[in-house]
């Protein structure tokens, strides 16, 4: 079946490692995005990726890295400079007749 | 920035009750959408809404892309326990390019529960 595979589901980090949270998608979609929830606020985009090997930051992409290398994938890294990284996040990728689908999401423990 | 105002926040209610929710902005949108997150989940995409007055139905959800294409609602009819979630609202606004790179405003949730 299509859709978008987020890895692992739970990740715990001690301080002042870099961790990274998979993201691949078989929806042949060109765009993809990481967004960050906590609790009792709303989505906040960190990074978009239009086409492979480009990628943007969204607004709050500060302690955070991406690459886009294949359509199909677009890792996220929280580096130690993220000061507050224990989060919920998600991927998700965007048709162009106006949807965005969601993976299942990534929790990451910081301890 | 751009801003959605979702409400109200929680609900509480009573199984077989009809359910409304709202979003409202003062920016213009091409698209409305509408999700579902349960617990430690991802959304799941509900309803998606493309032209003003638009009113789309599934299942036992309905969902209006507002004439003045500032504001949408969700009405969920005959609530269910398996209703019980976080609904929340996104928008694709219009851009001064008017391209749209799916970079879409996001409400901050309605938290419905639903009591047997």
């Known amino acids: 079946d299509g859709g978008i595979t987020q890895s692992p589901k739970y990740l715990f980090r001690k301080e002042g490692q870099n961790v990274t949270l998979s993201c691949e998608q078989n929806?042949?979609?060109?765009?993809m995005y990481w967004y960050r929830q906590d609790p009792g606020q709303g989505l906040r985009l960190i990074y978009y990726s239009q086409i492979v090997n480009d990628f943007q930051k969204g607004d709050i992409a500060e302690g955070y890295s991406v690459s886009r290398e294949k359509k199909e994938s677009f890792p996220l890294t929280v580096t130690s400079a993220q000061k507050n990284p224990t989060a919920f996040y998600l991927c998700?990728?965007?048709?162009?007749?106006?949807?965005?689908?969601f993976g299942e999401g990534s929790r990451l423990t910081v301890l | 920035g751009q801003q959605l105002n979702q409400s109200p926040q929680s609900m509480f209610i009573q199984e077989g009750e009809d359910v409304s929710m709202n979003c409202t902005s003062s920016?213009?949108?091409?698209?409305w959408l509408w999700y579902k997150q349960d617990p430690g989940e991802g959304p799941v995409l509900l309803i998606a809404l493309y032209k003003a007055g638009e009113l789309t139905s599934n299942g036992r959800l309905t969902a209006q892309f507002g004439i003045t294409r500032k504001d949408s609602f969700l009405n969920i009819s005959a609530s269910i326990p398996s209703d019980v979630g976080i609904y929340f609202c996104?928008?694709?606004?219009?851009?001064?390019?008017?391209?749209?790179?799916?970079?879409?405003?996001f409400g901050k949730g309605t938290k419905l529960s639903v009591k047997p």
């Open positions: 929806l042949n979609h060109d765009a």
């Open positions: 998700a990728s965007w048709t162009y007749t106006g949807e965005l689908f």
């Open positions: 920016s213009i949108f091409n698209t």
């Open positions: 996104a928008g694709d606004p219009i851009r001064n390019y008017g391209g749209s790179q799916g970079n879409l405003i």
